[in-house]
Each structure stands twice: as C-alpha cells, then as structure tokens.
C-alpha cells in the first residue's frame, strides 16, 4: 500500500459469493480511478470465495498492492463486516460494493469528480437492479433537485437507501460515533440516515453506474416462516433505531423522515402476523403519531388511505382484502 492516503476506499464484505466474486472483484479491479484501495472483508465465509479473489487478483499485478484481504474469526454479519472494512480504511471518500454486484469502469471516477467539483459530502448515483434474465429496476431521481432536497429525501427515504451506490466522505466517520447495527436487515437504511444528517451536501450523478444483482440465495430471499419474521423483527430493531436517532437530534427539519419511519415500523409490526396482539402492538407503538399519520400532508394520500385500512383492520383483515382486490404486489 503506499504511504500516501489513497483518495477512495472500496469495502467488500464476502460471505458465500464464490459463484459471483470474480465478475465483482474484476469489475472493481478494472476502475478507471487509480488512486484506491480496495478492502475484501471475510466474514468466516464456509466456501472457496477468497480463493477465486486471489486468483483473480493475480491479473491485476498493480492493484495486488492496493488490495487487503481481512478475516474475521468468527461469523460477525454484513454490518459489521462493513465496519471491520471503514476501521481499516485509509481513503478520503468510502464506499461499499456487494460481493455479487459489479460496477461501470468508470463510476468512481465519476462521482468523485462531481464531489469534489461541487462540495459534496455524500454522493450518489442510478443503478440497475438485475436478475438473471432482466432488469428488474432502473432507478432515477428527479434533476431539477437541490443539494438540501436530496439530503431530507435521503432522510426519509423518498430516495433509494442503499449503502453501495454513495460515496461518502471519511471525515463523517471521523467527526461522528457512526452507529454500526448488527441486524442484517434494513441496515442500509441505519448507515444512510447517519451519512445524510451528516452531510453538508448531498449530491447526484443522474447516470446508471452500478448493478445490483438480485441474488436468489441471498438471505433477503429466503421464505421459511422462522426466517421472515426473524427478518422483519431485524427491520422493526433497525428502523426503531432510527427514529431515536432523529430525534435525538430535536431539529425541524427531520419532521418528515421521522413520521415517514414511525409509519414504516407500525406497517412491519402489522405484517409480523395478523391477530390482537399484534394488531395493539402496532396500534401502541408512536401513539402519539397515529393522528398525524393519518392527517400530515408530508405523507401522500395513498399512504394515509393505507395507514387508514392498518388502523381498522382488526377484527376484519381490511388492509390485505383491499390490497388484494386493488392487485397491489408491493405495499
């Protein structure tokens, strides 16, 4: 590595990917940026995935210098796998890259040049969400956005709040107690929230630089029943969190984010499983919120009307009836 600070840091957890680490570690390796490290984290991964990095990365001689593999003992999970990657980061900027997702040859480059040229703290950029036979999502955001709109869109989540399509200045880590969680789910949105309120500007390279790939034995598609509620309480645990995290902070204009998450924990508790208990749990929880949420012009109208149907649905399954007869998939 060499001794002067490199200008991005590149963290890749690895857990599994032997089947998808070369298409990423070569699409990393083949960057147009030089000025970069690169930090693969082993998080006690049971396959031959650092095996198939090391022979990749013997076609990359110059990036061999700039590359450290780290190995956790035991199996810590993606959160703090990133972790164990940013405390051994030396760049100016960080981001993270999935280990079965790859990126444009030239997306570093790119972003940095408009942080730097226009004082961005955080920056993002479009992204393609793919199977493996299409492309099941082209992101985009609005151009006519300013810094201070993108960063209170980041906040409440009115924008995409993945981790691996922003970069993000190191001096956030150094200046903030970033939080690291250690539920798996929904741990982007912890990070995120972090990076933006942080932020002193935000911004966005409107053009498709990176591609995640919708893994199908990713742990976000598993489907036994233990499984998806086990996952759901990992959402519920980490967007709790956050709405302590905002307000804590006692600042105005974190209004809209915070009504938006106090929603979204009472929509998970309700989808957990239908029955009274649950059904109190949801109704309890931000109490104090139930009639802003049903009234706040910062939540649209179809959000309000579903917010609606949760709060009457008990006895009667209201809210998954209408969902149903409206043919609505993704609520």
């Given at each position: 590595?060499?001794?002067?600070?490199?200008?991005?840091?590149v963290?890749?957890p690895?857990w599994g990917?032997?089947?998808?680490?070369e298409?990423?570690?070569?699409?990393?390796?083949?960057?147009?940026?030089?000025?970069?490290?690169?930090i693969f984290?082993?998080?006690?991964?049971?396959?031959k995935?650092?095996?198939?990095?090391?022979?990749?990365?013997?076609?990359y001689?110059k990036?061999?210098q700039q590359t450290?593999i780290?190995?956790?003992?035991?199996?810590?999970?993606?959160?703090?796998a990133?972790?164990?990657?940013v405390e051994?980061?030396?760049g100016?900027?960080?981001?993270?890259c999935d280990?079965?997702?790859?990126?444009a040859?030239?997306?570093y480059e790119?972003?940095l040049?408009?942080?730097?040229?226009k004082?961005?703290?955080l920056i993002c950029?479009?992204?393609k969400?793919?199977?493996?036979?299409?492309v099941l999502?082209?992101?985009?955001?609005?151009?006519?956005?300013?810094?201070?709109?993108?960063?209170?869109?980041?906040?409440?989540?009115?924008?995409?709040?993945a981790?691996?399509?922003?970069?993000v200045?190191?001096s956030?880590?150094?200046?903030?107690?970033?939080?690291?969680?250690r539920e798996t789910?929904?741990?982007?949105?912890v990070?995120?929230?972090?990076?933006?309120?942080?932020?002193?500007?935000?911004?966005?390279?409107?053009?498709c630089?990176?591609?995640?790939?919708?893994?199908?034995?990713?742990?976000?598609h598993?489907k036994?029943?233990e499984k998806?509620?086990?996952?759901l309480n990992?959402?519920i645990?980490n967007r709790k969190?956050?709405?302590?995290f905002?307000?804590?902070q006692?600042?105005d204009?974190?209004?809209d984010a915070?009504?938006?998450?106090?929603?979204?924990?009472?929509?998970?508790i309700f989808?957990?499983a239908?029955?009274w208990?649950?059904y109190r749990?949801m109704?309890?929880?931000?109490?104090?919120?139930?009639?802003?949420?049903?009234?706040?012009?910062k939540?649209?109208i179809k959000?309000r009307f579903?917010t609606?149907l949760m709060?009457?649905?008990?006895?009667?399954?209201v809210?998954?009836i209408v969902i149903?007869l409206?043919?609505?998939?993704?609520c």
């Amino acid at each position: 590595m060499n001794s002067t600070r490199p200008k991005l840091s590149v963290i890749v957890p690895m857990w599994g990917v032997e089947k998808y680490i070369e298409k990423c570690a070569r699409s990393l390796f083949e960057s147009t940026l030089d000025d970069i490290e690169f930090i693969f984290v082993d998080d006690c991964s049971p396959d031959k995935s650092v095996g198939v990095l090391k022979l990749v990365l013997k076609d990359y001689p110059k990036r061999s210098q700039q590359t450290k593999i780290l190995r956790h003992k035991v199996n810590k999970g993606l959160p703090q796998a990133r972790k164990t990657g940013v405390e051994a980061a030396h760049g100016e900027w960080i981001t993270h890259c999935d280990s079965d997702d790859w990126v444009a040859p030239d997306m570093y480059e790119k972003m940095l040049d408009s942080a730097s040229e226009k004082g961005y703290d955080l920056i993002c950029c479009d992204f393609k969400f793919l199977s493996d036979s299409e492309v099941l999502f082209q992101s985009s955001y609005d151009i006519k956005k300013t810094s201070e709109e993108l960063r209170k869109d980041l906040l409440a989540c009115h924008v995409s709040n993945a981790v691996w399509n922003k970069i993000v200045r190191h001096s956030i880590y150094d200046s903030h107690d970033i939080y690291y969680p250690r539920e798996t789910m929904d741990e982007d949105d912890v990070f995120v929230s972090q990076w933006a309120y942080f932020a002193s500007r935000c911004g966005y390279v409107h053009e498709c630089l990176y591609y995640h790939y919708a893994n199908p034995e990713s742990m976000t598609h598993e489907k036994s029943r233990e499984k998806v509620l086990r996952g759901l309480n990992d959402r519920i645990t980490n967007r709790k969190w956050i709405v302590n995290f905002l307000e804590s902070q006692n600042d105005d204009e974190v209004k809209d984010a915070l009504l938006r998450y106090k929603r979204s924990v009472k929509q998970i508790i309700f989808s957990r499983a239908y029955g009274w208990n649950n059904y109190r749990e949801m109704l309890n929880t931000y109490s104090d919120a139930n009639k802003e949420l049903l009234e706040s012009n910062k939540l649209s109208i179809k959000n309000r009307f579903f917010t609606f149907l949760m709060f009457i649905s008990f006895p009667i399954p209201v809210y998954q009836i209408v969902i149903r007869l409206l043919g609505i998939k993704n609520c």
